[in-house]
């Protein structure tokens, strides 16, 4: 079982940046495939990225068209962390993001299928 916390959210104003940090414990992310999901308040839950399992695979990475140009997603394995860099922000990417994670797969991935989620990080995106 893989534990995962999410930190760095906070407020930020329309163009500017943030980092995501979604570390794990209990297990080895090399493994996973890592997604960053968010929902906003009376929305939906919706994807934003994934980066796929790394060991035998390309560790693919894939995004929202909504977020394409403006946030990257990466990992650092010595820290067993996956990053969000947000940038270009816009007061429409206001709400609560959540790293999950599943064994064994590569991206795209939909929300119903991870396994383990974080409490989530709140994005917020105001002047």
């Known amino acids: 079982q893989v534990q995962l916390v999410e930190s760095g959210g906070g407020l930020v104003q329309p163009g500017g940046s943030l980092r995501l940090s979604c570390a794990a414990s209990?297990?080895?992310?090399?493994?996973?495939?890592i997604g960053w999901f968010r929902q906003a308040p009376g929305r939906e839950r919706e994807g934003v990225s994934c980066?796929?399992?790394?060991?035998?695979?390309?560790?693919?990475?894939n995004y929202a068209d909504f977020v394409k140009g403006r946030f990257t997603i990466s990992r650092d394995n010595a820290k067993n962390t996956v990053y969000l860099q947000m940038n270009s922000l816009k007061p429409e990417d206001t709400a609560v993001y959540y790293c999950?994670?599943?064994?064994?797969?590569?991206?795209?991935?939909?929300?119903?299928?991870?396994?383990?989620w974080g409490k989530g990080a709140l994005v917020t995106v105001s002047s």
């Open positions: 209990g297990d080895t992310l090399d493994f996973y495939a």
């Open positions: 980066i796929s399992r790394r060991d035998g695979s390309d560790g693919s990475t």
């Open positions: 999950a994670s599943r064994k064994w797969t590569i991206c795209p991935v939909n929300d119903y299928i991870m396994d383990y």
